[in-house]
């Protein structure tokens, strides 16, 4: 069974604050997404990296995928109370099954 | 633009009752897949399938079954429902799931008394 650990598990900070969450696996994945989840609804995609060593940014958000493709991270930039959240990491198999991490839940008060 | 549509959004059984959850997807997606989401476990994959008439197991299959007869719907359903079972689901499709985005529906609240 593939695992991936996140952490922290729990995370609350204050506005402007940076930030930095880790998801790891002794398992190699095609590729590595990362949602979002707001409480009561589903979670949304917020990037796909698919390259070894690759990184994305998305305004204050950025994503980097591991060399060896079993780990990435995600670092947040001045943190403010909208990107409050859960955020999960998501390993592509290749098999049409994508294996979730365990979740870090962010709280960024004003 | 309607998504993914997940019925009921809350549920309560008791043990032993049989129920079905509902989804379907207006995106004409060929990936359709089921998740349970719990307190510091993340998602879980309890079944998906590629497309119409094709289903395969996930990682915690055992107490559920599905059904694909057709593109749009991808029920779930509870033969004989356990307090084990009390979790949050959750309805996904996808184009391609290796690297495509899933999109995921509202979820449904489930609690086994």
């Known amino acids: 069974t593939q695992l991936l650990e996140q952490s922290p598990q729990f995370l609350s900070i204050q506005e402007g604050e940076n930030l930095t969450v880790y998801c790891n696996s002794s398992?190699?994945?095609?590729?590595l997404q990362w949602y979002r989840q707001e409480p009561g609804e589903g979670p949304v995609l917020l990037v796909t990296?698919?390259?070894?060593?690759e990184v994305k940014k998305l305004k204050r958000l950025t994503f980097q995928f591991g060399d060896a493709r079993k780990d990435s991270s995600l670092h947040i930039t001045a943190a403010q109370p909208g990107d409050t959240g859960l955020y999960l990491c998501?390993?592509?198999?290749?098999?049409?099954?994508?294996?979730f991490g365990t979740g870090t839940r962010l709280l960024v008060s004003p | 633009n309607a998504g993914v549509t997940q019925t009921p959004k809350f549920q309560v059984l008791k043990t032993g009752q049989s129920m079905t959850l509902q989804c379907a997807q207006d995106m004409n997606h060929e990936y359709m897949s089921w998740y349970r989401q719990d307190p510091g476990m993340g998602l879980r994959l309890i079944h998906y399938s590629v497309g119409a008439g094709i289903t395969d197991q996930g990682e915690v299959p055992n107490g559920y079954n599905v059904s694909r007869s057709t593109t749009e719907d991808f029920p779930l359903r509870l033969l004989s429902a356990a307090p084990s079972q009390t979790s949050v689901y959750f309805c996904?499709?996808?184009?391609?799931?290796?690297?495509?985005?899933?999109?995921f529906g509202e979820g449904s609240r489930l609690t086994v008394l």
């Open positions: 398992s190699v994945f095609s590729s």
């Open positions: 996904a499709s996808s184009y391609l799931v290796s690297t495509g985005e899933l999109f």
């Open positions: 990296v698919v390259t070894g060593g």
């Open positions: 998501a390993g592509g198999t290749g098999f049409q099954k994508l294996v």
